[in-house]
């Protein structure tokens, strides 16, 4: 696994990744109320939607949002913490998808409160070199 301190959005790659939930509101969308999730949703209009249909059609996996955006859930519940079971999941999916392509991955922890980094960052350590695992900054 490789890790670097970078910002998601400027630094190059052909894909990025989005921490999310399987929650949804009541009008459908993707909850993506804070942190990088609500950065994305501001960045890309309707962003929230999209990811809402996809996880309503095929439940909370790795997904293709937009071209070079995938969603990359952490947990189950927008309240819940990180679960180190649905982040080996996410990063297996992501593996799949992405092949050989550059990719970031924003460290999946949702707070200072959470798995600590050394138990998320051994369920990752089978990740190959072109996903960087990225501080974001």
Known sequence: MNEKACNLWLEPAEYRCIPTTGALTSDGGAVMDSGLALEAKQRFRDLDVDLGRLVAARGNHVHLVRPGLVSFPVKQ?????????????SAHELCALVGDAKTLLPRPTSGEDDVPWDEVAK???????????????
Request: net charge neutral; proline share 4%.
């Open 77 to 89: 519940y927008q309240w819940s913490g990180t679960r180190l079971d649905i982040v080996q999941r």
């Open 123 to 137: 369920v990752l350590s089978f990740l190959p070199d072109n996903i960087l695992v990225i501080q974001h900054t």
